[in-house]
């Protein structure tokens, strides 16, 4: 969950907005369900979409589609044959998904998997690798997505993994955001799989929540 919005942010928010009808409209179902503090601020999607618009992404993969803001900020960057698949656990979220991705849907180059993403992110493997993954679901699953991620990122792709810091948890912070051993620890295990692996080279982007982007080399 973000904290209030630090001063660059306003600043930033206020060069970069407004946002388009379909995101508006994603925003305001998660406010209606009290979950927009989860949704991605501008600053960070603006950011996200920036980089990946690098590589042309022709294939992008989502975990944690919530109301489908983040998906749209991806989708935006993919050739008009490309795909993204995100996948949303909630049935309800995936509901309000449904509706803001809708064009993009209805156009084949959206498919929200509804699910335990863990279960079934194998179902895509054949439609792999990917150009693009974004890890934003359930924090105590995030080793085993980055596991998954690494076997389907093509060489070049890029892996934008969100919420590191874990509101400050996995320095051991205490906040008001309380988060469990079990996601402390698989954040942390698989931070630390992703800096010793030769393959992979990553950085830390100093966000308020933490955004990890890791680029495969081989
Ligand atoms: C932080 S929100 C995603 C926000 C979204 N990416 C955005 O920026 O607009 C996390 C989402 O992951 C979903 N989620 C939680 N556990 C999941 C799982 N096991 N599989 C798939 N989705 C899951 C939650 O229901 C929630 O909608």
Redesign the pocket.
């Known amino acids: 969950m973000r904290k209030k919005q630090s001063p660059s942010y306003a600043y930033i928010e206020a060069q970069i907005l407004p946002e388009n009808n379909d995101k508006i409209l ?1 925003r305001r179902l ?1 406010q209606e369900i009290g ?1 927009e503090a ?3 601020s501008p600053t ?2 603006s950011l996200i979409k920036f980089v990946v618009s690098f590589i042309n992404p022709q294939k992008i993969v ?10 749209l900020y991806f989708l935006e960057t993919l050739k008009a044959d490309g795909h993204l698949w ?5 049935t309800d ?1 995936a509901k309000r998904a449904r509706q803001s991705l809708a064009n993009y849907v209805q156009n084949k180059q959206c498919t929200i998997v509804e ?6 992110l194998p179902t895509i493997d054949k439609e792999g690798p990917f150009d693009a993954i ?1 890890i ?3 924090k105590g ?1 995030y080793y085993d997505y980055w596991q998954w991620a690494k076997k389907n990122i093509r060489v070049g792709g890029l892996v934008f993994i ?2 590191v810091f874990l509101a400050g948890a996995v320095w051991g912070d205490q906040t008001q955001q309380k988060f469990n051993e079990k996601q402390v620890s698989a954040v942390k295990k698989m931070t630390s799989n992703i800096f010793s692996d030769v393959n992979f080279s990553a950085t830390f982007i100093p966000t308020e929540e933490g955004l990890l982007i890791v680029k495969r080399y081989a």
């Open positions: 994603a998660s979950l989860i949704s991605i960070e999607a989502e975990i944690g589609t919530l109301t489908g803001l983040s998906s995100t996948f949303e656990k909630s979220h699910g335990d993403a863990f279960d079934l974004f934003d679901g359930n699953a969100d919420n």
